[in-house]
């Protein structure tokens, strides 16, 4: 009865290796609770996939994920602080927020790349920076993260919509211009949702390179993603502003 | 966050806004972005051929207030220098005229990389119009 209960629940709640002791039963502690007294452990500075017990991978079950955070919230949750001591009740509460902030990240699967790649040491304005003042030192030229053609699409269509939104301004209609920036919208949606095709693509790449990579091969993987987000940053913002433009 | 009385200033009058001939033989464009927050720059200059002086510079930006106010004084700052001096301007002189906190750095880099950008497509220029000197030594 008691194997059956432990395959039904979350593994974060009765988790099979424990790495330490709990602080008061002195039993082989689990990452959120010790798994023989069950009392809650102290939150530990761990990055968000260790808080899920997950390894740094990209592809995962949301379905999954948000059983494992319903079920700790359920558990951490303050309704249940009358059965914990002063401690505990501490901890729960630093614990539900680790848990809100390490759930809101993962789930979202731009946000857990982005996230992914801080934690690989990714620190897009330090190397802008960093680059700029080598360009300086050496006379080279610094090369945009982004490529140019984008660049020129990017300014092209905010000189459009500044031009839409002046002609607004006057109370004037322009539905040539307007039709026009609805058409590249609609471009800029189905680039959009091909960058997702490609960024799945690398996702499964990085995912077999943690296994069974090299640094060098993982390396690659993780600038070809931060690439593909800085592209996927100008495009939304552009179908944002189309959209705020046209007051969609 | 407040923006500092020199960055408002530069935002609700903002110099050299608008556009040189980019096909002019003494223009040169420099087109920047900063992806992390959106930011897109131009930066033009136009070179005395003669002096090396720039006799120009206007700028087009779409971004935060700190990111015109730092194509703005940029625009500035290169009127009247040679490109060479231009070359100078460091983003950080930017940062300290305009009083920009940490999280508005990257658009005085951005600011410099326009600079940057600008004068090597002016370089390039030059170098496209005079002939290559070839070797012919045996």
């Known amino acids: 009865m008691e194997n059956q209960e432990s395959k039904t629940s979350s593994s974060l709640i009765t988790p099979g290796d424990a790495t330490s002791t709990c602080w008061s039963c002195g039993d082989m502690r689990a990452a959120h609770f010790c798994s023989a007294c069950g009392k809650v452990q102290p939150p530990l500075p761990v990055d968000y996939f260790t808080f899920f017990a997950l390894p740094r991978k990209l592809n995962l079950d949301p379905a999954t994920l948000e059983k494992e955070f319903y079920e700790l919230s359920r558990h951490l949750h303050p309704d249940l602080s009358a059965r914990f001591d002063k401690r505990e009740q501490e901890w729960s509460m630093e614990k539900t927020s680790q848990l809100n902030d390490a759930y809101r990240t993962l789930k979202d699967p731009i946000r857990r790349t982005e996230y992914l790649l801080r934690l690989e040491g990714v620190e897009l304005e330090e190397q802008s920076k960093t680059a700029t003042e080598k360009a300086r030192a050496t006379g080279e030229v610094k090369k945009q993260v982004v490529p140019p053609a984008l660049l020129e699409e990017v300014f092209e269509l905010n000189l459009q919509l500044e031009e839409l939104r002046a002609s607004q301004k006057m109370g004037e209609s322009d539905p040539g211009l307007a039709r026009e920036l609805e058409n590249r919208k609609a471009e800029l949606e189905k680039k959009l949702a091909g960058l997702s095709e490609e960024l799945q693509g690398y996702w499964d790449d990085w995912d077999r390179l943690v296994d069974s990579g090299s640094e060098e091969d993982r390396r690659k993987v993780r600038d070809k993603m931060v690439d593909l987000l800085n592209r996927r940053n100008y495009l939304r913002n552009l179908v944002r502003d189309v959209n705020e433009a046209l007051g969609n | ?138």
Request: aromatic residues 4%; hydrophobic residues 35%.
């Open chain 2, 1 to 138: 966050m407040a923006y500092s009385d020199k960055v408002l200033d530069h935002y609700s009058n903002p110099r050299n806004v608008g556009s040189l001939d980019k096909n002019s033989e003494d223009v040169g464009t420099g087109l920047v972005g900063a992806p992390e927050c959106g930011d897109v720059m131009k930066l033009q200059i136009k070179v005395n051929p003669q002096t090396n002086v720039i006799e120009d510079a206007k700028f087009k930006t779409f971004g935060c207030g700190s990111a015109i106010a730092s194509s703005s004084l940029a625009t500035e700052w290169v009127k009247g220098k040679t490109v060479d001096e231009a070359l100078q301007i460091k983003n950080t002189e930017i940062v300290k005229e305009l009083s920009l906190p940490p999280v508005k750095i990257h658009c005085s880099v951005l600011a410099e990389d326009a600079i940057r950008a600008a004068i090597h497509d002016w370089k390039k220029k030059q170098g496209a119009d005079k002939p290559v000197a070839v070797e012919t030594g045996r």
